[in-house]
């Protein structure tokens, strides 16, 4: 990798590097969800961002706990994971985060 894939040194920045380059396990990563302020922000920073979404449904669903009030506008659906690099279990939607 190049200094220009390098993450931003904040948590949301390493765990969209890790969505997209690294095949990461859930148990690996699970630690990074305990605070809820960092993802609120990259929500709220990027509310219609693939990755954001991602790290919101995750978050959302790691925990039990609603992030963020609204749903997400009209979006693309994308996956949270990237098949190639990562196994899904279940091939099914979530409405409110568009993934």
Known sequence: MTPRHAPHPILNGHLTFALKYEDWTLQSSSG??????????AVRE?????YGRRIWFLY??????RLYPA??????????????????????TAARYGV
């Open 71 to 92: 749903d997400a506008a009209t979006v693309r659906y994308v996956p949270v994971v990237d098949l190639e690099l990562q196994w899904a279990a279940q091939d099914k």
């Open 46 to 50: 990027s509310p219609t961002g693939s």
């Open 60 to 65: 959302e669903w790691l925990t039990d706990t």
């Open 32 to 41: 990074c969800f305990w605070r809820p302020e960092p993802h609120r922000s």
